[in-house]
Structures are given as C-alpha cells and as structure tokens.
C-alpha cells in the first residue's frame, strides 16, 4: 500500500483510526460498543449463562404442524438459514449472533434473541442438535477484504464450529462463505477447513453457487456440506449428497423494484451531485461503468455487500425512475435490497443498518433447496414421503422467492416458477 494512501476503518468505512478503536464497532468478546477485539479489556473471558437464549419446543412457533429435526444457527446474522430450515420442517434450538442490530432484528422476526460471542459458550451448554448451520465470518477470506485468512480473529472463528461439532456430532452440517475461499492461498485455506472438518467425523462436500440463477443479484458463494461418516455407505451411491439443479430464472432488477415508495423516501435515496461525481471519478467506475450503475432493470445488480453506499465504494446504483436522464441516480432501497436476497416482503428490516445486515445475510431460497437434500440424513421417514427431496425445496424456494416479490409481479413469477420448476424436478 502507498504512503499516501489512506487507509480506512473496515467497521464505518472512515480514515483517521483503527478499527480496534471505532465508535461503531461491537467487540466480539464483551458485546460492548466502541470498540473492537485489538482493545478489549475482557480478559480471561466469563462463561455466559445460557438461560435466557435455549429456545424450549413450546415457543417455537412457524407453519408446519411436525417438526422433523433439530438445529443451531451460529453467526446467525438475521436468520436467513432460520427462513428456509423451519419451513423443511426444522426446529431452531440455539442461535449465536455478536452483532447488536442483528441480534435485535433477529429476535424482532423470529421471536428469540441469539446468544453473543460463540467463543465464550462452553460447548457442553449447547443443546444436542441434528444440524449445524452458519455463515462464518468472511471478511478474512472475501476479495474486498484484506484476506489474512486465519491471520485475521475472524478467521479462526471457524474452529468454534469444530469445537461444537466434536462436543455434540450432529448429522449433517451446512455452512456458507464468499467464494474468494476457494482461492485463498492458492485453496490450502479450504483445505486446511476441510481436514478439520474430516478429523471430527463428516465427509464434507463443496460447490460454487450463484444465486442470480434464483434471485436478480449476482451472488457467488461456495457452501460445503458435511455428512456424518457413519450415516454415509462407501458401497451405496445412493446414500451420498448431491447439490442440487438450480434453475436458471434469468430475472432482473425490474422484478423487485419497488414502486410503491413516497416521494421523499425517493429523494433520501438520491444520489447528491457530490456523491454521483465522487462515484463517476473512481478509476473502477469508468473502466466498468456498468457495474456501478444499473441502467438497464432487465439485467441483475452486482453482489449486495454488507457496505452498501456507506462510503460510495463498491455498490451500485440506478436510475430513479425508468424514464429519468442518466444524470439522476439513487441507491437501492432497503426493502429492495431484502428483495434481492430474496427475504419475504413479511421480514421487518432495521431501521438502523439494513444494507449492512442483508449484505451479510444468505439467501434463503438458495438454503432451501441445498438443505432439502439433507433431509433423508436428518430423518429416515422422508425417504417414505410421495416428494422427492428436489421437488420440497423447490417447492419452499417457489413459496419465498414469490413472498419477495412485488404484487403486480406475482402472477409473472408464478408462471415461470411453474415452468422453470417443471423443468428441474421432471414432473
């Protein structure tokens, strides 16, 4: 990095401290604001009691009438595995989630609060569980980070997984990370995550998958599937995962634009001439124009990340309305933003930093379809069910992409849903 070269805070986006320091930051290790884990006094670290986050079986409440198995969402973020895994017929018993916001948004939609900081819970108070689930921190790994990998505190927080795998050996696991995974030192990165995975007792599977195939946003992300060894037979091909089909839906950004927005809602959104010409002078901005705004709505919007336009870099806008000049542009709107990330219209977003907990969040539909094919491991009696494992996720995939989905584009989507859907599972 060049000497004049400003470095900036990763958690606001602003120069002049270090994120250990920030005003905005949540420390991982004592849930305090104003800074982060380089400066926390916390040290040894107190056991947290668990009481108020174990979620008893009586609260659980959602639309199935039968719950098939159990399950753990850690760095849970806003809940988006909850979305998908309780509609295929799971039970949430715990949740972990450090950051304040999503922790509050998180009990707002779900209905319990995540524990915090997942290093300072003794795995033994965990409840037993069928499936672990989590997006582990990514900002170690994502090409828009510095890539320190296990370097970087975040890094190593994968092996608070393997800490509770080893502890409660569920089934089957399912986790989520930027694609820059694969890449990170030349792939030793997944490699080493894989062999820890190996040591605790689960043949783990990985892919790459791009959600635009189901949600208007380009969105590549690896997921790695483990399977408890003892549940998977060497000499039966049957028994062993295999990721699903995606359909291809080829939607664009028309397909969740919301229309429905007052006048001075659309005004906040507007790009001042200050901000639209600091975004046109970027270096990246007039090599691939296109990528930092959107002006045809056929086409998909480039990845949401979790610093979407808190400081001009890296996001994309459009125009503010279809028939305006190219001089007036705008940001997505936070329910647009839930949108592309295809989270019900239903989901009650924060108010405080929206962009920033959707950019973080999975895909739920991408979730439902990936996990159904876990299914058989989780519960013996779903091989004796009329569906197949493909037609139950796509099936919660149709239902959630249509809940995301503006009304006057329901009956489109419907349609091509059927069809698309139709030609996946060979009905």
């Not at 091909?237 to 080829?250: H, R, T, V």
């Not at 493909?390 to 069809?419: N, V």
Request: glycine share 6%; proline share 6%.
């Amino acid at each position: 990095m060049g000497k004049n070269k400003k470095r900036v805070c990763y958690h606001c986006g602003l120069p002049n401290h270090r994120a250990k320091d920030c005003p905005q930051a949540t420390c991982r290790l004592c849930g305090e604001t104003g800074h982060d884990v380089g400066a926390c006094p916390q040290k040894p670290l107190d056991p947290v009691d668990l009481g108020s986050f174990l979620i008893p079986p009586a609260s659980h409440s959602n639309d199935n009438n039968e719950r098939n198995f159990t399950y753990i969402e850690l760095f849970a973020g806003i809940g988006g595995f909850r979305i998908a895994l309780d509609r295929l017929g799971g039970q949430c018993v715990f949740s972990s989630e450090v950051d304040r916001f999503a922790r509050a948004s998180y009990e707002k939609n779900h209905g319990d609060r995540p524990a915090g900081d997942i290093t300072r819970i003794p795995e033994q108070d965990i409840p037993s569980h069928d499936m672990l689930v989590g997006g582990f921190p990514c900002q170690s790994f994502s090409f828009s980070g510095e890539r320190k990998g296990f370097d970087d505190h975040r890094g190593v927080l994968f092996l608070e997984i393997v800490r509770i795998l080893k502890k409660h050996q569920p089934r089957v696991i399912l986790l989520e990370n930027v694609r820059g995974l694969l890449t990170h030192e030349d792939g030793k990165t997944l490699q080493v995550i894989i062999s820890h995975l190996d040591q605790v007792g689960y043949n783990v599977k990985h892919k790459l998958l791009d959600a635009v195939y189901l949600v208007p946003q380009e969105r590549k992300r690896i997921y790695m599937v483990g399977i408890r060894k003892d549940l998977v037979t060497a000499t039966d091909a049957s028994s062993d995962y295999e990721f699903p089909d995606i359909p291809n839906l080829k939607r664009g950004f028309q397909d969740i634009l919301q229309t429905n927005m007052e006048p001075s809602m659309l005004e906040n959104l507007r790009l001042s001439d200050h901000q639209l010409q600091k975004v046109r002078n970027q270096k990246y901005t007039q090599q691939f124009p296109e990528a930092r705004f959107l002006s045809d709505f056929l086409r998909p919007t480039k990845t949401l990340q979790s610093s979407y336009a808190s400081y001009m870099v890296g996001s994309q806008f459009i125009k503010l309305s279809l028939e305006d000049n190219d001089s007036c542009w705008r940001k997505l709107s936070p329910r647009e933003a839930a949108r592309l990330q295809g989270f019900p219209d239903s989901f009650e977003l924060c108010p405080s930093r929206p962009y920033h907990l959707l950019g973080n969040a999975v895909v739920p539909s991408m979730i439902s379809l990936i996990a159904a094919g876990l299914l058989p491991f989780l519960d013996d009696t779903m091989m004796k069910t009329k569906e197949s494992t493909a037609t139950i996720g796509w099936r919660i995939a149709s239902e959630l992409l249509l809940e995301a989905c503006p009304e006057d584009r329901k009956s489109a989507l419907r349609l091509l849903l059927d069809e698309r859907g139709h030609d996946m599972i060979n009905i």
